[in-house]
Protein backbone atom coordinates (compact mmCIF):
# COMPACT_ATOMS: atom_id res chain seq x y z
CA UNK A 1 0.00 0.00 0.00
CA UNK A 2 1.09 3.55 -0.26
CA UNK A 3 2.98 5.03 2.67
CA UNK A 4 1.80 7.89 4.59
CA UNK A 5 5.00 9.84 3.65
CA UNK A 6 3.98 8.80 -0.31
CA UNK A 7 -0.03 10.10 0.89
CA UNK A 8 1.38 13.37 2.35
CA UNK A 9 3.43 14.34 -0.54
CA UNK A 10 0.20 12.62 -2.92
CA UNK A 11 -2.29 15.38 -1.00
CA UNK A 12 0.34 18.52 -1.18
CA UNK A 13 0.57 17.69 -4.87
CA UNK A 14 -3.51 17.21 -5.44
CA UNK A 15 -3.39 20.59 -3.48
CA UNK A 16 -1.30 22.30 -5.90
CA UNK A 17 -3.02 20.83 -9.08
CA UNK A 18 -6.19 22.04 -7.83
CA UNK A 19 -5.23 25.50 -7.27
CA UNK A 20 -3.98 25.65 -10.41
CA UNK A 21 -7.08 24.38 -12.36
CA UNK A 22 -9.07 26.70 -9.80
CA UNK A 23 -6.79 29.32 -11.52
CA UNK A 24 -7.18 27.94 -14.88
CA UNK A 25 -10.73 27.31 -15.05
CA UNK A 26 -11.06 31.05 -13.63
CA UNK A 27 -9.79 32.55 -16.99
CA UNK A 28 -6.69 34.38 -14.42
CA UNK A 29 -4.04 31.91 -15.69
CA UNK A 30 -2.39 34.94 -16.70
CA UNK A 31 -1.20 35.82 -13.42
CA UNK A 32 0.87 32.55 -12.95
CA UNK A 33 4.21 32.39 -14.12
CA UNK A 34 5.27 31.41 -17.45
CA UNK A 35 6.85 27.72 -16.60
CA UNK A 36 2.87 27.16 -14.85
CA UNK A 37 1.00 27.84 -17.80
CA UNK A 38 3.65 25.47 -19.72
CA UNK A 39 3.62 22.57 -17.56
CA UNK A 40 -0.21 22.71 -17.20
CA UNK A 41 -0.60 22.73 -20.50
CA UNK A 42 1.29 19.75 -21.15
CA UNK A 43 -0.81 18.13 -18.16
CA UNK A 44 -3.89 19.19 -19.51
CA UNK A 45 -2.57 17.84 -23.33
CA UNK A 46 -1.58 14.33 -22.40
CA UNK A 47 -3.82 13.85 -19.20
CA UNK A 48 -1.21 11.92 -17.44
CA UNK A 49 2.72 12.61 -16.32
CA UNK A 50 5.58 10.74 -15.37
CA UNK A 51 5.16 8.92 -12.29
CA UNK A 52 6.85 6.82 -9.42
CA UNK A 53 8.71 3.12 -10.16
CA UNK A 54 5.96 1.02 -8.44
CA UNK A 55 6.08 -2.67 -7.78
CA UNK A 56 3.40 -4.62 -7.52
CA UNK A 57 2.39 -7.63 -5.35
CA UNK A 58 3.99 -9.87 -7.43
CA UNK A 59 7.10 -8.17 -6.91
CA UNK A 60 7.26 -6.95 -10.33
CA UNK A 61 8.13 -2.96 -10.94
CA UNK A 62 6.98 -0.64 -13.82
CA UNK A 63 7.10 3.24 -14.52
CA UNK A 64 3.81 4.79 -13.93
CA UNK A 65 2.41 7.60 -15.34
CA UNK A 66 0.47 10.22 -12.82
CA UNK A 67 -3.33 10.71 -13.68
CA UNK A 68 -5.95 12.90 -11.93
CA UNK A 69 -8.88 11.02 -10.78
CA UNK A 70 -12.31 12.98 -10.30
CA UNK A 71 -13.52 10.76 -7.52
CA UNK A 72 -13.00 7.87 -5.16
CA UNK A 73 -13.41 4.59 -7.27
CA UNK A 74 -13.35 1.06 -6.72
CA UNK A 75 -10.23 -1.28 -7.32
CA UNK A 76 -11.50 -4.04 -9.40
CA UNK A 77 -9.36 -7.46 -9.44
CA UNK A 78 -10.40 -7.82 -12.86
CA UNK A 79 -11.45 -6.49 -15.97
CA UNK A 80 -14.23 -8.34 -16.24
CA UNK A 81 -16.70 -10.34 -14.10
CA UNK A 82 -15.18 -13.45 -13.07
CA UNK A 83 -17.24 -17.05 -13.30
CA UNK A 84 -20.15 -16.07 -11.24
CA UNK A 85 -20.81 -13.13 -12.64
CA UNK A 86 -19.43 -10.44 -10.21
CA UNK A 87 -16.89 -8.22 -9.93
CA UNK A 88 -14.04 -8.54 -7.13
CA UNK A 89 -13.15 -5.19 -5.50
CA UNK A 90 -9.52 -5.89 -4.56
CA UNK A 91 -9.44 -1.82 -3.10
CA UNK A 92 -10.47 1.61 -2.96
CA UNK A 93 -8.37 4.40 -4.43
CA UNK A 94 -9.05 8.13 -3.22
CA UNK A 95 -9.92 10.73 -5.62
CA UNK A 96 -6.78 13.02 -6.40
CA UNK A 97 -3.56 12.90 -8.19
CA UNK A 98 -2.62 8.79 -8.71
CA UNK A 99 -0.40 7.06 -10.38
CA UNK A 100 -1.13 3.89 -12.92
CA UNK A 101 0.84 1.98 -15.21
CA UNK A 102 -0.77 0.86 -18.38
CA UNK A 103 -4.11 0.39 -19.52
CA UNK A 104 -6.26 -2.14 -21.40
CA UNK A 105 -9.69 -3.00 -22.75
CA UNK A 106 -12.10 -4.82 -20.85
CA UNK A 107 -15.96 -4.79 -20.16
CA UNK A 108 -18.01 -1.77 -19.73
CA UNK A 109 -17.09 0.83 -17.10
CA UNK A 110 -19.15 1.29 -14.40
CA UNK A 111 -20.52 4.82 -15.74
CA UNK A 112 -18.97 7.68 -13.68
CA UNK A 113 -20.58 10.98 -14.22
CA UNK A 114 -22.17 10.10 -16.79
CA UNK A 115 -19.23 8.32 -18.68
CA UNK A 116 -18.54 5.89 -20.66
CA UNK A 117 -15.63 3.53 -21.42
CA UNK A 118 -14.28 0.19 -21.68
CA UNK A 119 -10.33 0.94 -20.89
CA UNK A 120 -9.48 0.11 -17.80
CA UNK A 121 -6.19 1.27 -15.84
CA UNK A 122 -3.47 -1.08 -13.43
CA UNK A 123 -2.82 0.51 -10.53
CA UNK A 124 -2.83 0.32 -6.53
CA UNK A 125 -5.81 1.05 -3.95
CA UNK A 126 -5.44 3.45 -1.25
CA UNK A 127 -7.24 0.83 0.98
CA UNK A 128 -7.70 -2.84 0.99
CA UNK A 129 -10.89 -3.99 0.20
CA UNK A 130 -10.94 -8.16 -0.03
CA UNK A 131 -8.09 -10.05 -1.43
CA UNK A 132 -5.18 -8.97 0.89
CA UNK A 133 -2.21 -10.72 -0.46
CA UNK A 134 -2.93 -8.36 -3.59
CA UNK A 135 -2.44 -5.24 -1.57
CA UNK A 136 -5.28 -3.41 -2.83
CA UNK A 137 -3.44 -3.75 -6.63
CA UNK A 138 -6.19 -4.24 -9.94
CA UNK A 139 -8.18 -2.02 -12.41
CA UNK A 140 -9.64 1.11 -12.07
CA UNK A 141 -12.22 2.43 -14.49
CA UNK A 142 -11.39 5.15 -17.07
CA UNK A 143 -14.64 6.31 -16.17
CA UNK A 144 -12.68 8.16 -13.04
CA UNK A 145 -9.98 9.81 -14.44
CA UNK A 146 -10.41 13.40 -15.12
CA UNK A 147 -9.15 13.78 -18.65
CA UNK A 148 -10.22 10.84 -20.11
CA UNK A 149 -12.73 11.09 -23.33
CA UNK A 150 -16.02 8.71 -23.71
CA UNK A 151 -14.88 5.53 -25.45
CA UNK A 152 -11.23 6.45 -25.71
CA UNK A 153 -7.46 5.63 -24.29
CA UNK A 154 -6.27 7.67 -21.55
CA UNK A 155 -3.74 10.08 -23.45
CA UNK A 156 -0.41 9.46 -22.14
CA UNK A 157 -0.62 5.85 -20.62
CA UNK A 158 0.92 2.99 -22.03
CA UNK A 159 -1.16 0.00 -23.40
CA UNK A 160 -0.46 -2.92 -21.28
CA UNK A 161 0.57 -4.53 -24.08
CA UNK A 162 3.68 -3.25 -24.33
CA UNK A 163 4.98 -5.03 -21.98
CA UNK A 164 6.35 -7.98 -23.52
CA UNK A 165 5.78 -11.26 -21.27
CA UNK A 166 3.94 -9.72 -18.40
CA UNK A 167 0.41 -8.67 -18.77
CA UNK A 168 -1.24 -7.57 -15.28
Known amino acids: MRTSIGRSR?????????????????????????????AGAVQAAN?????????NWQGITFRSRTCPTWTGVNVYEATGQNAQGKYVYT?????????????TRGDRNPSLGGGTNDIWLYTQGDTTKSLPARKAWGWIPAT??????NNAAVP???WCSSYPGYLP
Open 10 to 38: SILARAAMAAAALVSVAGLTAALPATAHA
Open 47 to 55: SCWSGPNVT
Open 91 to 103: GYLNAGNNWVVCQ
Open 144 to 149: AVSYGA
Open 156 to 158: GVP
